[in-house]
């Protein structure tokens, strides 16, 4: 039993890591280890490392009551699977710890966008508060509301409207663009060049934004300049 | 029967939940169906003032949750409709002194006994929200025509997206059609492009939501206004009639709206 669960003390509070293992399993046996030291962990706050799971909002939202409701704070949630950190995020919690984990150094040496470095792709509306941050590109199907954020270490891609704040090649990468069909972000960055949208004149067009001589340049889609 | 558990709720403080809440609530009641009205603000309770029945309140939502009475004991009637009852919200409290567990246990075993139980959520985005939507079958979502309102709006749709209880639901609350008409407010149609929600409710800015209040009267229960028809009309969408939407900017009277009347096939 305690080999799949393992709480520590870390500055920021107690980190948990979860091992392998089905996850009903392994959470009942986090929620027992939680009330057999009910006394020892009193008002602690909670950040679990849940490895490379894939889950649900209802499922974190589920440990999460159950942790609230044994005293406890749930604060942050860890995982090297994408779709959970962006549940996490769409929770409200925290992704990340401020001292990086040394596997997650080991596992993503660096992030070069070139060579098919690997996309997300949301297929729905990003609303206000949603908050994604990726290495590689970021690719929507649909809108993304004023208020919600894209951070991606490559190129980011909105099929529908751009009213958020969009900060495509975040790692530096002066070649990233941002294309969207109606691009009206609060706020456009590209690498570490901050634009803001002038307002629009006229019907909304697909645009793309790139870096030109150090300034955001945001063009209309010309197929013929297509390579 | 088993009751259909809606909250409503906004993100935002001061856009109409409480009033839409009592008014969805005493018109549903007044169409025949057994209503109960759960105010979910703790410490800061309203729902009471709005119906007008502040003074009988003896027991309360903790109180129920506490063990300290009985579910029956706790629920004030509202005697002016058939079947309304209100659940008042602790006012010496707050709202860590209930859980979203504690409130699916209380909707359950309201459920059994009534067609509809309603949920005033406080505003904002935590605990009092998540303990008002944990029990929820239908999410109400309630906006004003101002950026502000809807930028709220858009990320509790988005919460509640999140805890996967199905799509929210849209009021928009307080309109001004001359405002509209002169370009500044945000029309319906903009609202519904950012939020791209459907739409349960229009309700236009009305004068008499402020005095009904003050006397503790909703305005449903209190004859003839544009208000209170609105949410008369959301009441019967909830209960799956096919209600037209109301045109927002009538004008001139009877005769005014027979003209539109005949101009509307063209």
Known sequence: MSATVQIKGIREGLLVTLGEGDWEDVQQALLVQLDEQADFLSGARLAIDVGNRVLKAAELGRLRSEILERQLGLWAVLSESPTTVQTAQTLGLATRITKPRPELTVARPETTVQGGEQAILLHRTLRSGFSLEHPGHVIVIGDTNPGAEITAGGDIIVWGRLRGMAHAGANGNHEAVVCALDLSPTQLRIAGTIAMTPQRRGKPQPEMASLKNGQVVAEPWDPKKAK | ?266
């Open chain 2, 1 to 266: 029967m088993t009751g259909k558990v809606i909250t409503f709720t906004s993100g935002k403080g001061g856009v109409g939940k409480t009033t839409a809440t009592a008014n969805v609530g005493a018109a549903l009641a007044s169409a025949g169906n057994k209503v109960v009205c759960i105010d979910a603000d703790i410490g800061l309770r309203n729902l009471d003032v709005i119906l007008g029945l502040e003074n009988r309140i003896v027991y309360d939502l903790v109180d129920i949750i506490e063990g300290r009475c009985r579910l029956r004991q706790a629920m004030i009637r509202d005697k002016r409709v058939p079947e309304l009852y209100l659940i008042p919200a602790a006012q010496t409290r707050d709202k860590s002194a209930v859980s979203p567990s504690d409130m699916i246990r209380l909707c359950d075993e309201l459920r059994p006994e009534f067609d509809w139980i309603l949920i005033d959520s406080p505003a904002g985005i935590e605990r009092g929200f998540r303990n008002a939507v944990a029990p929820a079958d239908i999410v109400v979502v309630v906006t004003n025509p101002e950026v502000s309102a809807v930028r709220d709006a858009d990320r509790i749709i988005g919460l509640v997206e999140s805890e996967e209880k199905g799509p929210a639901r849209l009021v928009i609350n307080r309109i001004k059609p001359d405002m509209v008409k002169r370009g500044e407010m945000l029309s319906v149609d903009d609202v519904l492009e950012l939020l791209a929600i459907e739409l349960l409710g229009m309700v236009p800015d009305d004068e008499t939501i402020i005095t009904g209040a003050n006397r503790g009267t909703p305005v449903v229960l209190n004859g003839k206004n544009k208000a209170g028809q609105a949410f008369i009309n959301i009441a019967r969408r909830l209960n799956g009639e096919e209600v037209p939407f109301m045109a927002m900017e009538e004008e001139g009277g009877i005769f005014g709206r027979m003209a539109r009347w005949f101009r509307r096939p063209q």
